[in-house]
């Protein structure tokens, strides 16, 4: 007797599903502040400052809990699109790459008390801005990667792809009110980046992307 065809069907998809569907809540980010101003005038925020951004990001952000990390609470792999003009052929259209294009993101995040997440990307923001007399700082002073991961239902990473040179170009306002007694506080703060690139194992990551990610 014969296996239906629908029957087979199912096999098929199973089988290709050994390590299981992906989850959209499984996922890890990892956030580090800028190196910060190196020296600079007087009017350089203070917290911007080299040797200050270093303690911060211990202080708020540590290695070992990742304390803004674990708060990020929505995310989203941003896409990527490549730039075309037009061109025609013995009158028959067709496009031409020449660019990519690579839009912002938004990530989110849950707020203790003391809006440490919020405080947290204010200073990045204080690296971009000097917001005394609002002159701008050099882009290697408040660039800074950022890591995505998507995960197993065990935990284990399975794809991720770097943000490379981010910063925070809106962070989001937060509203309040006496009716909102059991609503949490949600910041919500959008980056801007160069590109974007893989960092799977698998052989999807190419030697193609080694400038990038040098």
Do not use: H
């Amino acid at each position: 007797m014969s296996t239906p065809a629908s029957l087979m069907n199912i096999n098929t998809l199973i089988s290709q599903l050994k390590k299981g569907i992906a989850r959209k809540n499984r996922y890890r980010v990892v956030f580090s502040l800028p190196n910060g101003v190196i020296g600079g005038p007087a009017f350089v925020n203070a917290n911007s400052r080299e040797g200050a951004i270093t303690q911060i990001q211990q202080q708020m952000n540590p290695a070992t809990n990742g304390t803004v990390n674990i708060m990020c609470n929505t995310m989203n792999l941003p896409q990527r699109s490549l730039l075309t003009y037009d061109m025609t052929q013995n009158s028959a259209p067709f496009g031409v790459p020449y660019s990519a294009s690579y839009n912002p993101i938004t990530f989110t995040f849950y707020a203790d008390s003391t809006l440490n997440t919020k405080k947290y990307f204010e200073i990045w923001q204080s690296t971009v801005v000097n917001f005394s007399n609002n002159t701008m700082n050099y882009p290697s002073e408040y660039v800074s990667d950022i890591q995505i991961w998507t995960l197993d239902v065990a935990g284990n990473d399975q794809y991720g792809i770097t943000l490379k040179e981010a910063w925070p170009v809106t962070i989001g306002s937060l509203d309040y009110g006496y009716a909102d007694n059991d609503s949490t506080q949600i910041v919500s703060v959008t980056m801007r980046y160069k590109a974007w690139i893989p960092q799977s194992t698998d052989v999807y990551s190419l030697d193609y992307f080694a400038g990038l990610g040098s």
